[in-house]
C-alpha cells in the first residue's frame, strides 16, 4: 500500500478531477461568488459523508478553509469517474503531496497538512516490537493484496496474509486471525475510535520510506497564487493553534504532522555572469 495504491479517497479523486476540463476559480471568483466548491464522496468515512454527524476529515477542514476565506463551503458529491470528470470543484482534500504521482495532473497542491503513509496496527499481547528487524515469520501479518507493503514484508521473508480491504484487514486483528496488519493510521484510528474493545496499538516502523509514508495536501484545480497563498496560511495558522490536531483527534486519529520543509530565498550577493542562472528557493534567477 504505496502512494499508488493508498486507501486515500481524496488522492484517488484528485487524478480523476484533474483530468476534467473544467476550469476552477482564482481566489478572487471565489470570493466574488461567496462559495468554495470541493469534491468528495458521500459514503467514505473516516473522510467524507454526506449528511450525518461527523461529516468527515476532508469536509470539517475545507468547513474551517472556506470560513476563514469568508465564503460558504459546497459539495460536489461524486462516486463515478463520470461524474469525477464533470465536476465543477475548486479543491480536492487529501490529494497526496508528490510530484511523481502528480506529475500529469492539472492539481497545485498547497503545503502538506498531515503524514499519512502505512502503520503496523498490532493485537494486545504483541509486544518487544520497535523495528521492522524485530518481525519474524511466525508473526502473521495482514497486507493489502501485491500492495508495496506486501511486496516490502515479503522480501524480508515475513509470513503475509493478503487482504482486499483495509477494514477487512483491522477486523481481523481484531478478532486474532491475524496478528497485525498494515494499514494507513486514518484507517486504524477511525477503527479504534468505532471499536475501543480491540485496542489495537499503531506501529510506526515505515516512517523512513519514501514509498510507505507521505504527506497529504489540499489539491487545487486551475488555482492562482493568490488562493495558494491564502489556503497556505489557513493551513498553517491551523496547525500552529492545534485546531488540525484537535479534528484529527474527534476522529481518533493522532495528529501526525508533515514532513514539511518551507522554501526559502537566497539572497546573491556578486553580479551573475553572462546567461549564469541561480537557484532561489524554488524559482530560478538568470541574467539577461
Known amino acids: 500500500m504505496g502512494k499508488r495504491s493508498a486507501a486515500l479517497f481524496g488522492a484517488l479523486l484528485a487524478a480523476a478531477v484533474s483530468a476534467g476540463g473544467t476550469l476552477a476559480r482564482p481566489l478572487e471568483d471565489i470570493q466574488r461568488r461567496g462559495v468554495l466548491q470541493v469534491c468528495a464522496h458521500p459514503n467514505a468515512l473516516p473522510f467524507a459523508r454526506r449528511g450525518g454527524d461527523p461529516r468527515g476529515i476532508q469536509l470539517d477542514l475545507a468547513g474551517l478553509i472556506a470560513e476563514r476565506l469568508g465564503v460558504r463551503l459546497r459539495v460536489d458529491w461524486v462516486i463515478l469517474s463520470y461524474q469525477m470528470k464533470r465536476a465543477d470543484c475548486d479543491m480536492v482534500m487529501g490529494t497526496i503531496a508528490d510530484r511523481e504521482a502528480l506529475k500529469d495532473s492539472r492539481l497545485k497542491v498547497s503545503r502538506p497538512y498531515f503524514r499519512s503513509g502505512v502503520v503496523l496496527a498490532v493485537r494486545p499481547g504483541i509486544d518487544g516490537i520497535s523495528s521492522l528487524e524485530d518481525l519474524t515469520p511466525a508473526l502473521r501479518i495482514g497486507v493489502m493484496r501485491s500492495s508495496i507493503a ?55 516502523l515505515f516512517a523512513d520510506s519514501e514509498d510507505l509514508s507521505w504527506n497529504i495536501a489540499v489539491g487545487m484545480r486551475r488555482s492562482d497564487r493568490f488562493l495558494r497563498r491564502k489556503v497556505n496560511a489557513i493551513i498553517e495558522e491551523l496547525i500552529a493553534s492545534g485546531e488540525l490536531a484537535a479534528l484529527y483527534d474527534r476522529y481518533g486519529i493522532a495528529y501526525r504532522p508533515p514532513d514539511y520543509k518551507k522554501p526559502f530565498r537566497v539572497e546573491r550577493k556578486s553580479k551573475l555572469g553572462e546567461q549564469e542562472c541561480v537557484r532561489l528557493g524554488y524559482s530560478r534567477q538568470c541574467s539577461r
Do not use: K, Y
Open 150 to 204: 506486501h511486496i516490502t514484508l515479503e522480501q524480508r521473508n515475513l509470513t503475509t496474509i493478503p487482504f482486499a480491504f483495509e477494514d477487512e484487514l483491522l477486523d481481523a486483528v481484531a478478532s486474532g486471525e491475524i496478528d497485525m496488519a498494515a494499514v494507513t493510521p486514518i484507517s486504524a484510528g477511525w477503527f479504534n475510535r468505532n471499536h475501543p474493545e480491540a485496542r489495537l496499538r499503531l506501529l510506526d
